[in-house]
């Protein structure tokens, strides 16, 4: 009897990831390929036959290393869409809640979105003016309602709600978003406190999106914008016939704002109270996605 090299073919599975429902993926076995491995073992000349327990190990190797493979994809898969490549801040408006907002994430089903990690977060409740000093969910103090565009502003409670913001912000870009892909967007209340946010932070955001909201500070505040803060770009949408925010408030912001060097764009919606609609989100997600800055 002479030892001999006798070959085993192992068939080797390559996986493919297509994406389904939800923005992940799924691993396909896309074919087979084989791989030669040259196993020593003896054997008679003749060609005798492998024995029972040499097949039983090429089994479970080749078992084992397709099970490794399937492992390797499923977890770098499972890393890649587990990382948000941008970021979207939405703020409520005054006596309203995160959680209560959350639904509108489901208007942007896109695929630009997938990798989108969205965040709704709370006002603490504090006294308001306004309303004969109730205490309930708000950002920053507001003295009357409706607001107009002469409106009293509380820029000390307004300051500390930004930075709170900031903070938010700071979290995700540390968490390595690009800055190009933060937008804050916010609705009334929240609306003014985006404007303020997107405009004080030091880096140049994707963008900032108000809806029915109004200029919450003073000409003053705007020495406090940085070059890189003017040049982050808002869309300004509002209801004609808004009667808390007055058409008129919103109105007026866009030009405050250009004199400073920063651009706006600003859309009326005739009709529209005070209230966010589907054409407003539907537009938003398509501004938006004319901004994402594509992963390097």
């Not at 001999?4 to 599975?13: H, N, P, R, S, Y």
């Not at 990798?115 to 977060?121: D, E, I």
Request: hydrophobic share 40%; proline share 6%; charged share 15%.
């Amino acid at each position: 009897m002479k030892k001999i090299d006798k070959c085993v073919i192992l068939t080797i599975i390559p996986y493919h990831t297509i994406p389904y429902a939800g923005g992940a993926t799924l691993p396909v076995a896309l074919s087979s390929f084989r791989i030669l491995f040259t196993v020593k073992g003896t054997a008679e000349q003749n060609g005798q036959q492998t024995t029972m327990k040499e097949r039983k190990l090429i089994v479970l190797l080749a078992v084992t290393v397709n099970a490794t493979i399937l492992l390797v994809f499923l977890i770098r898969e499972n890393k890649s869409s587990s990382m948000a490549r941008s970021f979207i801040l939405w703020l409520h408006g005054l006596g309203d809640s995160g959680p209560a907002n959350e639904p509108i994430k489901t208007l942007f089903s896109s695929p630009e979105f997938r990798a989108t990690k969205w965040s709704f977060p709370s006002a603490p409740s504090n006294p308001v003016t306004c309303n004969y000093g109730a205490v309930m969910p708000s950002w920053f103090d507001i003295h009357e309602i409706p607001v107009t565009a002469d409106s009293p502003k509380d820029e000390t409670s307004l300051l500390k709600a930004v930075k709170n913001v900031h903070a938010m912000i700071d979290k995700e870009i540390s968490a390595g978003i690009d800055p190009s892909n933060v937008f804050v967007c916010g609705f009334s209340q929240g609306g003014a406190l985006t404007l303020s946010s997107v405009l004080l932070y030091p880096k140049t955001l994707g963008g900032g999106a108000v809806f029915s909201g109004w200029v919450p500070f003073n000409s003053s505040i705007m020495e406090q914008i940085s070059h890189e803060g003017r040049k982050t770009p808002i869309l300004w949408s509002h209801g004609t016939a808004d009667r808390i925010v007055l058409f008129e408030a919103g109105q007026a912001g866009p030009p405050f704002l250009e004199k400073a060097g920063v651009s706006c764009e600003f859309k009326a919606y005739p009709g529209l109270d005070h209230s966010i609609s589907n054409e407003e989100l539907q537009y938003l997600g398509s501004w938006i996605k004319g901004r994402m800055q594509s992963s390097s």
